[in-house]
């Protein structure tokens, strides 16, 4: 069993703070979800789990198993098993897709990028028949003329291939069609199950029509507001945000955000 933690973590952007004290956990096997109107602090959040240098924390911590992960570089969280998948993915359309995943493969299993890897491979064209991807997709670079749909599809691939600890998605959702909608969502229940801790975040509900998540935490102005159950997420969905707060604030359950 491992967990991983944000504990009263404050970060800034540019001078700016973005994140005033946020606490959340997902543990393995747990299907943890943040929702939030635009600017709450969704992908702040996921890029500083990630290791962007870019995002500066100013006091708080983030604990893997107990250990402070915050000094760490990026690839160093990815080795011990947090893999991110982001809201706006880069292209790298110099390197295949096929080699990034054997190189990816390689690393969680202590051997050079550039070994050989020939059975991941064949089981990445497997999980992606499973999600829709075009076969063509591996010797093309990455990103490299990718829809909005390929590059989720591709993330959500690379997670189900290496079998990380954790599975952090920003908007898996984002640029699908409604069968795509589903193959992700039931991607996401298969890593669970088979033991990852998986933090999403979203806009809408549509993706959790094919999940049913441990718990939920919504953020207001870089703080988490509120934690609950998938029933929150229906009223979200009913009221919108800002109705669901107000039904909250008239019966004093929503956290200051101030």
Not at 63 to 77: C, F, T, V, W, Y
Not at 93 to 112: C, D, I, W
Not at 164 to 178: K, R
Not at 241 to 258: D, I, R, V, W
């Amino acid at each position: 069993m491992h967990k991983l933690e944000v504990v009263n973590l404050r970060v800034a952007v540019g001078g700016r703070e973005i994140l005033k004290g946020v606490n959340l956990s997902v543990s393995s096997g747990e299907v943890v979800v943040v929702m939030g109107p635009n600017g709450s602090g969704k992908s702040t959040l996921f890029q500083t789990i990630a290791g962007n240098p870019k995002y500066e924390v100013l006091d708080g911590d983030i604990l893997l198993d107990g250990q402070s992960i915050k000094e760490l570089a990026p690839e160093e969280r990815f080795a011990k098993g947090i893999f991110v998948g982001f809201q706006s993915p880069v292209a790298v359309p110099e390197v295949r897709f096929a080699f990034l995943l054997q190189a990816m493969a390689n690393v969680r299993m202590g051997k050079k990028l550039t070994d050989p890897n020939p059975q991941v491979l064949a089981q990445a064209q497997k999980i992606a028949a499973e999600l829709g991807l075009r076969p063509d997709v591996f010797n093309r670079g990455v990103g490299a003329g990718f829809s909005g749909g390929e590059f989720k599809r591709a993330e959500v691939l690379q997670a189900l291939l290496l079998k990380p600890a954790f599975v952090i998605l920003d908007e898996p959702d984002s640029g699908l069609d409604i069968d795509g909608i589903a193959a992700v969502g039931n991607a996401i229940t298969k890593l669970a199950s088979s033991g990852s801790g998986v933090l999403l975040s979203t806009h809408y509900a549509r993706v959790l029509r094919f999940i049913k998540p441990t718990r939920v935490y919504v953020m207001v102005d870089g703080r988490v507001a509120l934690e609950g159950d998938e029933t929150v997420i229906k009223r979200i969905e009913e009221l919108g945000y800002q109705g669901y707060f107000k039904e909250l604030q008239n019966f004093g359950e929503l956290t200051s955000s101030k």
